[in-house]
């Protein structure tokens, strides 16, 4: 630890030394620099009331971080970029008031960002892509947010090839977009002629369960999503959190009860009630319809 070296200087030192900071200087920091040759040295604040300037420090969590934070000061129509895509921290010098903080990006080309998880510092309702935050004088603030959806309509592809999907929300590893099939839904039985254990018990993977309960299994749910032909993606029949990562389905959707691929026992598997939270439920192994999921890969910087 270095040592601390103060200047003691004499009255008339001192004297002078006053008559050089200014009378506003009163609310300024003084303070002793460990390792200085000068005892005390007289610095501005770097935020504050001299200043009308607070520091703000933007965290972006997840895998997925090609997008921009921009903030807008209440009643003000522009905005100003405090985050860049690519980056992960950022820091900046805003000022003192209320500041609105909003996401700026695409998932992918046609997939824009509509939701985002904001912690920390922040007000918000839900999943929202802004947040407000209050900046006090003196008191640093620090944001944290992680790009998602919030269940909002949108299509996957261009042209007429588009299909039009739900953008429910990113995957388990934080590096795939989950995309639900809503306008195809199937209604099929969960397993085929006869029931048993298949071993599909992965609550965040619907693909690996569905290698299960398309084999030896026969599953009828499972093998409707595995062949449903929209555009050049591979469907299938989600897990049960992949389900409830849909927070916010459309009025036609809520609930609706819609197979997981998450296997219970031979004789029930979970299902999912949508638009309710915590609906969860373990259900014999007979008819609900199918709510097919896809993946795309993110563009990751």
Not at 6 to 27: D, K, Y
Request: proline residues 5%.
């Amino acid at each position: 630890m270095p040592s601390l070296h103060l200047w003691r200087p004499g009255l008339t030192a001192l004297c002078a030394f006053a008559s050089l900071i200014p009378m506003t200087a009163a609310a300024q920091t003084i303070r002793a620099v460990p390792g200085s040759s000068a005892g005390y040295l007289y610095f501005p604040a770097t935020s504050g009331p001299s200043t009308g300037k607070v520091q703000l420090g933007i965290v972006k969590t997840g895998a997925f971080i090609n997008y921009t934070v921009v903030y807008k000061k209440s009643g003000e129509s522009t905005s100003t970029t405090v985050c860049p895509a690519g980056e992960i921290t950022c820091s900046a010098m805003l000022p003192v008031g209320i500041v609105k903080l909003e996401l700026q990006g695409q998932f992918a080309p046609g997939l824009p960002i509509s939701g985002a998880d904001w912690s920390g510092d922040c007000v918000t309702s839900g999943q929202a892509e802004s947040c407000s935050v209050s900046l006090t004088a003196g008191t640093a603030r620090e944001v944290r947010v992680q790009a998602s959806c919030d269940g909002s309509p949108t299509t996957l592809g261009e042209g007429g090839n588009a299909i039009p999907v739900l953008c429910v929300g990113l995957a388990s590893n934080g590096k795939e977009l989950l995309l639900a099939a809503h306008q195809s839904l199937g209604s099929a039985k969960y397993n085929g002629p006869e029931k048993q254990v298949c071993g599909n018990t992965d609550r965040e993977d619907g693909r690996a369960n569905a290698e299960k309960l398309t084999g030896n299994c026969q599953s009828a749910a499972a093998s409707y999503c595995t062949n449903l032909a929209l555009g050049a993606h591979s469907w299938y029949l989600p897990a049960i959190d992949e389900l409830a990562a849909l927070r916010n389905p459309p009025s036609e959707l809520k609930d609706q009860s819609v197979w997981s691929s998450t296997e219970y026992d031979r004789k029930y598997a979970y299902y999912y009630q949508l638009g309710k939270s915590s609906s969860s439920e373990k259900k014999y192994k007979y008819s609900y319809s199918q709510l097919c999921y896809t993946r795309i890969t993110l563009g990751m910087n």
